[in-house]
Each structure stands twice: as structure tokens, then as C-alpha cells.
């Protein structure tokens, strides 16, 4: 079955930083593409951004290019998500997602505010 656990967010300023994290286990990382959804309160859940399975390619939501940037290290079975010059309407729960598995793991909140 596997398990995604995403740590990194909490409260920051507009224009401030954070970098996510998603740790796997239980399953075979370095063969499954991975994304990064974030959900905002009364809205649905979005893809932020995704990564394939050796990180050679990766693509992003229209509304975080050029400010979030997603990696991945296959020997720390660890997918990021670097996301600067935030904005209050990144705002949200984010969730990473094993694709092609149907793992989620269990979202860490980003908060935007002065």
C-alpha cells in the first residue's frame, strides 16, 4: 500500500517562503510520477504541480509558474515543493499524491498572512 507524509508548512508573510516536503514509504518511489495538490477552504482540490518518476519532466498550475518548483531525490524517497514569493490565495491544505497508485498523504496547511 505505501504511506506519503508531507511536512514543511505553517504560517508565513506574503512574498515569504516555505519548502514542502513528502516522505515515502512502502512502496517502489523512483517508479511513480508524483504531484502536489493544495485545496482551499470551500473550494475543490486543484494539481499544483507534478514530477515523473526519474524527474525529468515536471509541470505546474498556471497560478504558481515561475514562483513554485518541485524536485524530487530518489535515494531519500522524498518528493519538495518550493514555493516562494507567496500569496495569500496560496492558501490552502497542500497533498502530495503518488500517481498511478492513488496514494495521498494526509495534507500539511499553508497559511498566507500578514
Known amino acids: 500500500q505505501g504511506q506519503l507524509v508531507e511536512s514543511g508548512g505553517g504560517l508565513v508573510q506574503p512574498g515569504g517562503s516555505l519548502r514542502l516536503s513528502c516522505a515515502a514509504s512502502?512502496?517502489?518511489?523512483?517508479?511513480?510520477?508524483m504531484n502536489w495538490y493544495r485545496q482551499a477552504p470551500g473550494k475543490e482540490r486543484e494539481l499544483v504541480a507534478g514530477?515523473?518518476?526519474?524527474?525529468?519532466?515536471?509541470n505546474y498550475a498556471d497560478s504558481v509558474k515561475g514562483r513554485f518548483t518541485i524536485s524530487r531525490d530518489n535515494a531519500k524517497n522524498t518528493v519538495y515543493l518550493q514555493m516562494n514569493s507567496l500569496k495569500p490565495e496560496d492558501t490552502a491544505v497542500y497533498y502530495c499524491?503518488?500517481?498511478?497508485?492513488?496514494?495521498w498523504g494526509q495534507g500539511t496547511q499553508v497559511t498566507v498572512s500578514s
Open positions: 499524491h503518488a500517481r498511478s497508485r492513488g496514494l
Open positions: 512502502g512502496f517502489t518511489f523512483s517508479m511513480y510520477g
Open positions: 514530477i515523473t518518476s526519474a524527474g525529468g519532466y515536471t
